[in-house]
């Protein structure tokens, strides 16, 4: 790899414990101006350090042991526990959302991982974790925001256009005819913050993982390659899972002889 | 040809365990004007919704000409019956836009033919200078007038009317059912509207049928009730 002659300074347990007078200092402020946030500071800093250290952990057993299946359990897990986040943020949980959700977020990211590490960088083998694991992650967790977005945005439209949809129902309109504008704008508010984050990269802000290469000594160059890809990736993989996700969701709201259904009137 | 249009056989509609609708029997004849009346809650837009399918019996059977409505593909049964609600809903763009929907919903094209665009306009009583014009900057009555002309782009058999009139002003409320009759003198097309105005039905001259709490008190022509009504 092309790098520079550059010496990665490791972190030791001490410095992270200077570093924790970071968040005492801010806590200090909060318990001087009553915010009244102390409390969750701590909180969150501790988590941050637990969660975090547990990853680091997890990774370099992970990295060690190097069995495709493990690898593939891993991402399985993060594409669970990202449906769950998603389901659990909606006001309306139904018994199939998690499903769709999982289904929706497999494929987008699926398709959108295996195109950019079997296609564009064909790493070796093909489930090596140090390509796949973050960069499944990354695709998972935009995904996980999208979706999110995506079926709170469709829920709120139909019950906001319910007369709308009817109107188009009497006319005899399909049920996705009438629903149309509402799975457009759940699309379009999927995708808004991933091509709001497009516009601005590297001017407002330069993103975590691109950081985090040149710290550990990536020349910039190559991190910003990596991270042109990566945001590719993410828009595409946001457009499918919240087009899927839209395109499914919907439907709970019709019966099969295109009635909106009498809970939502 | 007195052929029978809709006909209701012991139609029952409840929603969350309330009767709303009761053993309704009912024959509405073709190209006929036929009015529902009836206090508030009575249940006349519940009935009128499970004409086209809007909504589904709880009990009973609805034929449209002799076969039950179940059995008419859905999206059929509501170009033949078509359906203007108490709150005219526009959408987006030009008046043009709007009465291009019935057409591009059945055919995925925008071309709909001119003619039959300033037909509908002036069966529903709109000038034909309006197709250009922007729906949402239409005036309330405006609005309720294309609605109604954008429902006969299907070309129905029948027109279902829930209270067209009710946002509406008594004058303009009166034209618009002046223009709701000329439809059933010109076109043979069915009407059955729901008001709980009795004079609207004097305008009309249709069949009244009275409902009340669900059930059907009494169907008669519009003399009678006319006298019922100031006899009490
Ligand atoms: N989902 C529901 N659950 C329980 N009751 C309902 C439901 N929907 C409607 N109703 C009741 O059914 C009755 C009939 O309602 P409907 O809308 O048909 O009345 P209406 O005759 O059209 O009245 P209005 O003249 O005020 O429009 C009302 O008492 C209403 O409260
Ligand atoms: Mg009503």
Redesign the pocket.
């Known amino acids: 790899m092309e790098g520079f002659n550059y010496n990665l300074i490791d972190i030791s347990y001490f410095d992270l414990l200077i570093s924790l007078g970071l968040i005492i200092v801010a806590a200090g402020l909060s318990r001087f101006q009553h915010m009244g946030i102390e409390r969750d500071l701590f909180v969150g800093a501790i988590r941050t350090f637990i969660q975090l250290l547990a990853v680091g952990y997890l990774l370099k057993y992970v990295f060690a042991f190097d069995r495709w299946y493990l690898i593939l359990l891993i991402i399985f897990i993060m594409i669970i526990v990202a449906s769950r986040t998603v389901t659990q943020r909606q006001r309306k949980k139904t018994k199939e959302l998690p499903y769709i959700v999982g289904f929706a977020m497999t494929a987008g990211s699926g398709i959108t991982v295996f195109v950019a590490t079997q296609i564009l960088l064909q790493i070796k083998p093909w489930y090596e974790p140090h390509y796949l694991i973050p960069l499944a992650g990354m695709v998972i967790g935009n995904s996980m925001n999208g979706s999110t977005l995506a079926v709170e945005r469709i829920d709120s439209e139909i019950q906001s256009r319910k007369l709308e949809i009817e109107a188009y129902l009497a006319l005899g309109a399909t049920a996705r005819q009438a629903a149309r504008t509402c799975i457009r704008s759940a699309m379009r508010a999927a995708m808004i913050p991933t091509i709001n984050s497009m516009m601005v990269v590297g001017i407002v802000a330069l993103p975590g993982m691109m950081t985090g290469q040149i710290l550990s000594g990536t020349s910039p160059l190559i991190a910003v390659k990596y991270q042109i890809i990566i945001m590719y990736m993410i828009a595409f993989s946001v457009a499918i899972s919240s087009f899927i996700l839209a395109n499914l969701r919907f439907n709970r709201y019709f019966t099969s002889d295109h009635r909106l259904k009498?809970e939502v009137l | 040809m007195n052929k029978t249009k809709i006909e209701l056989y012991n139609v029952g509609k409840t929603?969350?365990r309330?009767k709303?609708l009761k053993d309704i029997n009912l024959r509405f004849g073709s190209g006929k004007i036929h009015i529902l009346i009836?206090p508030?809650?009575?249940?006349?837009?519940?009935l009128l919704r499970l004409l086209n399918r809007m909504d589904e019996p709880s009990s009973g059977k609805i034929e449209y000409d002799g076969k039950d409505i179940k059995d008419i593909p859905v999206l059929e049964l509501r170009r033949r019956i078509g359906m203007v609600f108490q709150i005219p809903v526009i959408f987006d763009g030009t008046v043009k836009n709007n009465l291009s929907v019935p057409y591009s919903l059945r055919t995925n094209s925008n071309h709909v033919n001119e003619e039959d665009l300033i037909n509908a306009l002036e069966l529903s009583g709109l000038r034909n200078d309006f197709l250009e014009r922007r729906a949402s900057d239409l005036s309330v009555g405006e609005k309720q007038r294309l609605t109604v002309a954008r429902a006969l782009m299907n070309k129905p058999d029948v027109l279902l009317l829930d209270?067209p009139t009710s946002a509406l002003d008594h004058f303009t409320g009166i034209k618009l059912l002046e223009s709701i009759k000329k439809l059933n003198e010109a076109l043979g097309l069915t009407i059955i509207m729901?008001t709980?105005q009795l004079e609207y039905a004097r305008i009309l001259d249709g069949r009244v049928i009275n409902l009340v709490n669900g059930t059907i008190v009494r169907v008669e022509e519009v003399e009678d009730s006319f006298l019922d009504s100031e006899s009490i």
């Open positions: 009498e | 929603k969350n309330i709303i009836g508030s809650g009575a249940g006349k837009t519940t209270e729901v709980h």
